[in-house]
């Protein structure tokens, strides 16, 4: 029930930041976050089956999407600038946030590692949100990072407690609709704004690899096998880690290291393009799968079992 936790925190924390008027201005945001909270408890408690769990999501991103105008709405010049009709940025929209919210969920195997990626992500955007002075934003944004890091305190292995669906969900809603944000208002930033970022979308998903790479990976891997891309299984990246011997002190360390050295290369190269960032990002994947590929064979041939402290 760290899900619970957290939630509380935050919201009794943007209780005493955020004005009346805030709270009226972002209520499709605070009905949309309380129902996918209320979507993972009824999880927790009472355990949904994956198509319900799956279905109910749409309630909570139908009111982001359409109540709050949360949308991709175009190209972002990634290719030649073309915006998309209102049905199919709709379309886009919720499949992005379904994907993304589940992706984040989906990495909550691991004692500390769910916390620690969101920890990192939440820090991203409360900073960069707080530069361009969309202040409101940035509250929630370290308000759940302040409750994610006590969270952690006692989620570190050996774990007390777990985030569980009720926590996962609504984090992972959370940084999806804060990466939408940050597409839509980075792209409209003026040249030479000292906050913008040339690459909108590239940078989003260098903020979101660890979910993005791992998920992406999965269901490549499962399609492959002719798999359903839902099969549960121990394909994911900090499973890889696990059987290489790391323990999940090890795992979630090295894991965070590869997200913010992600952060780090958007931030470095703030003034390239998309094509270039996502030539980086994807290659940078390849790479480290194609390691942990050949690391792992080496291990099993050579029938190496020594754990790494």
Known sequence: MGGLSIFLGAILTLLMCLSMQEWITLKYFFISLALMFIIGLRDDILALTA??????????IL?????????????????EQYHFPDLIGIV????????????????????????????????????WF????????????????????????FNWQPSKIFMGDTGALMIGLLISYLSIRFINTNYTLPDGHQFKFESSVGTAICVLIVPVFDTLRVIILRLRKLQSPFKADKNHVHHQ??????????????????????LMIAVLLRTQGDILILSIALTVCLIINYVLRIVQTKRVTDGTTSKIN
């Open 51 to 60: 198509k319900q769990k799956f279905y109910s999501q749409f309630l909570p």
């Open 63 to 79: 009111v982001l999407v359409l109540l709050d105008n949360t949308r991709l709405s175009s190209t972002y010049d990634v290719v």
């Open 92 to 127: 886009l929209t919720v499949f992005v946030l379904l994907i993304l919210t589940n992706a984040y969920n989906l990495i909550d195997g691991l004692d500390g590692l769910a916390g620690t990626i969101g920890l990192i992500i939440l820090l991203f955007f409360g900073i």
């Open 130 to 153: 707080f530069g361009i002075g969309e202040l409101p934003i940035s509250y929630i944004a370290f308000a759940f990072c302040g409750a994610l890091l006590a969270f952690l305190y």
């Open 241 to 262: 880690f696990i059987k290489l011997g790391f323990s999940h002190a090890k795992t979630v360390l090295f894991i965070s290291s590869i997200g913010i050295f992600f």
